[in-house]
């Protein structure tokens, strides 16, 4: 168990609705980073979040969106969902980055199926 | 050209044998390079954190980072049924910085 939790484990939806993922990091993690994981693609990086600050920006589409609250928790926000947003996404937090390795703890992510 | 690039396999070896797993990148920028394990319907967990060139090694693993030809690579050795999952390689520019990742490669030991 990693410590970092993700909720719901599964989610099924249909095409052009509206879906959040919530991630709760690490107790004392101040960097949530978001994943998609699907078979074609691979494990890709969305977006980050230091201290409720966005940090950096992958290759996140302009109908996803995501926060990070004073406590720490982090949502991601799925819009317009098309068959092709059907993936794992995966939430993951680190240390605070001017320290150690930076090793990022992933969740057990929540998969996502639209219909 | 892919930044990074990994054989998807999937590699079937027996129990006790050396593996080796491989990744080529392509952005000499790279300086942090990271193998994770997943196991299947699991997050992905880090085992080995490496920076710039040289070997790593913990436990049964090792790690080998080549920055010249942009080659890095992870050794099981003895491995075991329970190393079967797919491995990672990933690596990013700064410490703090996005991490980019290789599709992974299968593993499967067989008893």
């Known amino acids: 168990d990693s410590g970092v939790t993700q909720t719901p484990k599964h989610l099924i939806t249909a095409t052009g609705q509206r879906v959040t993922l919530r991630c709760s990091p690490r107790s004392g993690d101040l960097s949530v980073y978001w994943y998609q994981q699907s078979l074609d693609q691979g494990l890709q990086f969305l977006i980050q979040y230091y201290n409720g600050e966005e940090r950096a920006k992958g290759n996140i589409l302009e109908r996803f969106s995501a926060q990070q609250f004073p406590d720490l928790h982090s949502e991601l926000n799925l819009s317009s969902l098309e068959l092709g947003d059907s993936a794992l996404y995966f939430c993951a937090s680190s240390v605070e980055v001017l320290a150690g390795d930076n090793e990022q703890f992933f969740g057990p992510g929540t998969r996502l199926t639209v219909l | 050209q892919k930044e990074v690039e990994q054989d998807p396999g999937p590699l079937s070896v027996p129990e006790g044998a050396i593996v080796s797993l491989n990744c080529t990148y392509s952005?000499?920028?790279?300086?942090?390079f990271m193998w994770y394990r997943q196991y299947s319907r699991k997050g992905p967990e880090l085992l080995m954190y490496t920076y710039s060139s040289g070997n790593k090694e913990d436990g049964r693993f090792t790690a080998q980072v080549d920055k010249s030809s942009k080659y890095i690579s992870l050794f099981i050795r003895d491995s075991q049924p329970s190393d079967s999952a797919t491995y990672l390689c990933?690596?990013?520019?700064?410490?703090?910085?996005?991490?980019?990742f290789g599709k992974g490669t299968r593993l499967h030991i067989l008893p």
């Open positions: 952005n000499s920028a790279f300086q942090y």
């Open positions: 990933a690596m990013s520019a700064f410490r703090d910085d996005k991490i980019i």
